[in-house]
Structures are given as structure tokens and as C-alpha cells.
T-cell receptor
Framework: QKEVEQNSGPLSVPEGAIASLNCTYSDRVSQSFFWYRQYSGKSPELIMSIYSNGDKEDGRFTAQLNKASQYVSLLIRDSQPSDSATYLCAVMDSSYKLIFGSGTRLLVRP | EADIYQTPRYLVIGTGKKITLECSQTMGHDKMYWYQQDPGMELHLIHYSYGVNSTEKGDLSSESTVSRIRTEHFPLTLESARPSHTSQYLC??????????FGQGTRLTVV
């Protein structure tokens, strides 16, 4: 079992829709959780960080964390074609390793 | 804006050469990371450090070595470059409950 798992996609949504991206992790004592966006050939760009259970909203983005279920998600409201990218979930585990999932490719159709 | 820098951005070097990829951050982060990423593929952790004089190997076996003599500096060294080392190398830093940021990356080509 991989330490951080994501559906590779592609996830295709129409412009203006809500995109929902999911991630599960294996280390129950993981402490910090991040969502990144990566365009082809570029470095990952931080979108959201979340450290405690519940929801955290920032503009069109909402991160949700459920430590009991070892699950973290990212919602993108009013999706735009410019949101088309690979979305990476990252988890800092109990040994301070920052582990990334393989990423979910999101396509927003105009 | 993230204050983490990688140099060089691009490097083309011959087989057998020794190279050092630089990574520096001015945010005072205690944790730093090196990742290797091939085009279209996932990020693989190759080294990390949770403080000065601490270094650990990541999940992907790598022939590179790292050092952490100063908080802000985490260089990665390849003693003898090979074509199989051709990849993008990404450095990141963070502290507890603090956002983790990446540098711009170094694209290495070994010919």
C-alpha cells in the first residue's frame, strides 16, 4: 500500500462546475497536509495547507481533513480552464517525511 | 512568496563529472527535502533533513548524497554523473504546521 494514494484521473469537469479531488494516507499519526497544483514542466505550487480536522476555505478552494478516516480532499468551485493541471496531495508523516501522492490530472472543459 | 532558491536551473554535463545542486531558503525552516521527478511522472523523495546535521534517505534509492551544515542550505551532490541521473530535481522546505514551498527546480541532463 502506498503511503499517499490519489486517483490518477483524468478528472474531467465542465467550466463552472465543482471539481472534487481525494486523497488517502496510511500513517495515522501524520501531522500536516498540503494540496499543490503542478503544470507540466513546472515546480509544484502550494494551494492549501490543513492541519486539523474539518474544512478550510480559501477563495474557490476548500480543503477537508478527516483524520479518523485518514482522508483529505480538495474542492474547487467554479472551475476554470486555467485550473487544468495535476493536483498533488502531500502528507508529512510521523518521521517528518513529506510524501506526495502520484497526482490527479484535472481537465476543465470550456 | 516563497524564499527558496535552487541553482543552477538547467545543467548539461558529461558522464563521470561531479556535480552539486544548490538549495537555499531564507524562511528559517528546519525541514528540507530533495525530490526527483521525471517528465509526467510522480515526485519521489530521495533525501530529507529535519534539522542541522541530520540527513535521511528517502523512499527512492539514489546515488546522490546531501549535507546540512547550516539551516538555510541543503546541497545535493552526485560524485559521478551518469545518463540515468537525467531528471528534474526539486527542493522543498517547511517547519511544523507551516506551509511547505518548492524551489524552481534544477533540470539535469547527463550526456
Amino acid at each position: 500500500q502506498k503511503e499517499v494514494e490519489q486517483n490518477s484521473g483524468p478528472l474531467s469537469v465542465p467550466e463552472g462546475a465543482i471539481a472534487s479531488l481525494n486523497c488517502t494516507y496510511s500513517d495515522r499519526v501524520s501531522q500536516s497536509f498540503f494540496w499543490y497544483r503542478q503544470y507540466s514542466g513546472k515546480s509544484p505550487e502550494l494551494i492549501m495547507s490543513i492541519y486539523s480536522n474539518g474544512d478550510k476555505e480559501d477563495g474557490r478552494f476548500t480543503a477537508q481533513l478527516n483524520k479518523a478516516s485518514q482522508y483529505v480532499s480538495l474542492l474547487i468551485r467554479d472551475s476554470q480552464p486555467s485550473d487544468s493541471a495535476t493536483y498533488l496531495c502531500a502528507v508529512m508523516d510521523s518521521s517528518y517525511k513529506l510524501i506526495f501522492g502520484s497526482g490527479t490530472r484535472l481537465l476543465v472543459r470550456p | 512568496e516563497a524564499d527558496i532558491y535552487q541553482t543552477p536551473r538547467y545543467l548539461v554535463i558529461g558522464t563521470g563529472k561531479k556535480i552539486t545542486l544548490e538549495c537555499s531558503q531564507t524562511m528559517g525552516h528546519d525541514k528540507m527535502y530533495w525530490y526527483q521527478q521525471d517528465p509526467g511522472m510522480e515526485l519521489h523523495l530521495i533525501h530529507y533533513s529535519y534539522g542541522v546535521n541530520s540527513t535521511e534517505k528517502g523512499d527512492l534509492s539514489s546515488e546522490s548524497t546531501v549535507s546540512r551544515i547550516r539551516t538555510e542550505h541543503f546541497p545535493l551532490t552526485l560524485e559521478s554523473a551518469r545518463p540515468s541521473h537525467t531528471s528534474q530535481y526539486l527542493c522543498a522546505s517547511t517547519s511544523m504546521n507551516t506551509e511547505a514551498f518548492f524551489g524552481q527546480g534544477t533540470r539535469l541532463t547527463v550526456v
